[in-house]
């Protein structure tokens, strides 16, 4: 037992924490999002924007990754056209599970102003979404909020129960 | 989908009424008028077959037959220093009499002039490639080609470069609908999961403003999502979207609207 006088229990230097493995593992999770870099047409500059240092994506946790393997979140930011559709859903089979996807924009949710013969009607057609978000392009606020909402969706997952894969079909 | 109504003839009908005075033709000029243009219509015509010839908004515009292309842009390079083809692609004329229009614009950066060659190729015939001379022209033809399905002979590389490699069909032809045909619509669903799954995934929605505010499996408006399943009466009361949840969150500092700070300037 050592002898000095160091109240474990005092905020800040606590080596100790009682919790259930519940709560840490979703800390872990929703606080360490990463986000595989998917910055397709003008959405994706209110995306790097969110990343660089006004917006600051960092205090949440929120890494930009350049590789699915490393990503926990895929942000679809942009327009997804007919040709790019099966790489999304490669990348976004390439990611490990538990993963999650936000869509951003109006042209990652409904195909937006592009009602064309060449875009994906919104990217729900191939992959399964967990959070749409709204605009044209949506404020990097919009993205932040967006985050912190899937951050909840996350903490209310039981963390020992396996979880259900997500599939389209 | 919506229903495909054919577009066969749609050049041949106006689908829209100007809404202010549009000019019914640009003038124009005879080439003597302009002595530049009329030294290079002399050289030109002085080797090929030229059948018809024009000043348009300061522009020369020449019309040669289609098998002299090569040698006239050949031509115009070497000896009358248009030296950069800018642009070329097609013109759908079909519904008029079957035919396309194919366009080069050339500049000239010594003479500060523009000309641009023109000839009709009838539908299904291919063009020579001016691939050798210009090197502009590879990626134009290959758009030429993936957009009105017009083949250039001799091309090094003769793919579509827009459009995936196993598109069906072309679609700058007047004739192919804005929005796509049967296969356009389902090409990502075919491609990626089999035609099995169009059931399941069903059609597109094209009405962008078909968005059902108590739909919480694809949209719902922020603050009034619904359970899945939920039978809706119309008159749900909104829920309160906090991104914290009430017990606060396990070590994280909880956050208090009220203690917090807005920051209103802009400048910040
Ligand atoms: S939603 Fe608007 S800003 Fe975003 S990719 Fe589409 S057109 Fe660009």
Redesign the pocket.
């Known amino acids: 037992m050592a002898q000095h006088k160091v109240n474990y229990t005092q905020d800040g230097g606590l080596p100790v924490a009682l919790t259930s493995i519940d709560k840490i593992v979703n800390w872990g999770r929703s606080n360490s999002l990463w986000a595989l870099t998917y910055g397709?047409?003008?959405?994706?500059?209110?995306m790097m924007a969110s990343g660089a240092s006004r917006f600051d994506f960092d205090r949440f946790g929120t890494i930009f990754r350049a590789s699915p393997r490393q990503a926990d979140v895929m942000i679809v930011?942009?327009?997804l056209t007919k040709k790019h559709a099966e790489f999304i859903k490669r990348l976004y089979d390439q990611m490990t599970e538990p993963r999650w996807v936000i869509s951003?924009?109006?042209?990652?949710?409904t195909g937006?102003?592009?009602n064309t013969y060449a875009t994906v009607q919104g990217c729900d057609r191939i992959i399964p979404v967990d959070l749409y978000l709204p605009?044209?392009?949506?404020r990097p606020e919009t993205l932040q909020y967006g985050v912190m909402l899937l951050q909840k969706k996350i903490r209310a997952n039981h963390a020992s129960k396996a979880q259900k894969a997500k599939r389209l079909m | 989908m919506r229903a495909y109504t054919p577009k066969d003839n749609v050049q041949a009908k106006a689908y829209y009424t100007d809404r202010f005075y549009v000019s019914p033709q640009v003038p124009r000029h005879d080439v003597s008028s302009d002595e530049v243009f009329a030294a290079d219509l002399e050289t030109i015509s002085s080797k090929f077959t030229v059948n018809e010839s024009y000043i348009e908004v300061g522009q020369m515009v020449v019309y040669i037959n289609a098998s002299d292309i090569y040698g006239v842009l050949e031509l115009v390079r070497d000896e009358l220093s248009y030296t950069q083809l800018t642009e070329m692609s097609a013109i759908d004329w079909l519904a008029k009499d079957n035919t396309f229009e194919i366009f080069y614009q050339m500049l000239s950066m010594t003479k500060r002039k523009r000309i641009r060659i023109k000839y009709s190729i009838q539908n299904g015939q291919a063009v020579d490639s001016v691939n050798k001379l210009f090197r502009s022209a590879d990626w134009s033809e290959r758009e030429m080609f993936d957009m009105f399905g017009i083949e250039a002979n001799n091309h090094p590389f003769m793919k579509r470069i827009l459009m995936p490699y196993d598109w069906q069909g072309h679609p700058l032809l007047k004739t192919y609908p804005l929005q796509g045909d049967e296969f356009a619509a389902w090409y990502e669903v075919d491609k990626i999961y089999g035609k099995e799954a169009r059931d399941i995934i069903g059609p597109e929605i094209r009405d962008t403003a078909n968005i059902d505010r108590y739909d919480s499996e694809r949209f719902a408006r922020l603050g009034f999502e619904q359970p899945k399943g939920t039978k809706i009466t119309g008159d749900e009361e909104p829920t309160v979207q906090t991104y914290q949840e009430d017990g606060g969150v396990f070590l994280i500092t909880k956050f208090d609207k009220d203690a917090s700070k807005i920051v209103d300037d802009p400048q910040r």
């Open positions: 397709l047409a003008c959405c994706g500059i209110e930011a942009g327009t951003m924009g109006s042209c990652a949710n937006g102003m592009f605009g044209c392009a949506p």
